[in-house]
């Protein structure tokens, strides 16, 4: 298969494309091994941009960093759920922006193995995460925490990952949970069950949500 195929006719229309950032959506697997390195999709103007069987989803934007609101962020967090339901998506954080299809390339190139790997490992899997609190308000204390640890590690071997994370407020313990999509609701019956057993406790569960906890990009231009 040849690395290039022509996706322009117009070589100035070609140069204005390169040089126009491209907001980072999130990678998953191409759907076919054929057609345009770059097209357009149908839902909120992405472009697929192709390297080998992998997909990169962008948006067309200004090579800058964009602006940071709750607007922003939840128009990238739709546009990435989107793409979720198409299959399973290493989701980008937001703000993640490339000056122009090379430079993406780049990141496919260089991360392939890595993001072959991590896609193959999120197949069929999503996230669902669980929030614990007191029950009856208070704040959070020992005895509450270790409560919740001792759930954390139950329902731990139900899902294929698990990760800790920060807390705030009145929460005792939050937790992300990689679980098989057709098994979420039953890991839920489960969780509540598990804190059922536990009257000091409450949990707030919500998903399915593409894996956002369990996906790192790292990369240097």
């Known amino acids: 298969m040849s690395e290039e195929t022509p996706i322009l006719k117009d070589p100035s229309k070609r140069r204005e494309d390169e040089s126009r950032g491209l907001v980072l959506i999130g990678v998953q697997r191409a759907r076919s091994w054929r057609g345009r390195r770059v097209a357009r999709l149908g839902e909120e103007n992405l472009l697929s941009v192709r390297y080998r069987d992998l997909e990169a989803l962008v948006r067309p934007a200004p090579y800058e960093l964009p602006e940071l609101n709750a607007d922003s962020v939840a128009a990238h967090q739709r546009a990435v759920e989107a793409a979720s339901r198409r299959g399973t998506i290493l989701p980008a954080p937001f703000g993640l922006v490339f000056g122009g299809r090379r430079a993406l390339i780049r990141l496919l190139q260089d991360q392939y193995l890595i993001m072959d790997e991590a896609l193959s490992f999120l197949d069929g899997q999503t996230e669902v995460r669980a ?33 800790p994370s920060a807390v705030d407020g009145k929460r005792v313990f939050t937790a992300a949970f990689l679980v098989e999509r057709s098994a979420w609701v039953e890991f839920v019956s489960r969780a509540e069950d598990a804190v059922a057993a536990h009257p000091e406790l409450s949990v707030d569960i919500t998903g399915p949500w593409p894996p956002y906890d369990f996906v790192r990009f790292a990369y240097e231009h």
């Open 131 to 163: 929030h614990f609190s007191s029950s009856d308000g208070r704040d959070p204390d020992d005895q509450l925490l270790a409560l919740a640890t001792q759930v954390y590690s139950e329902l731990r071997r139900l899902a294929r990952a698990a990760i």
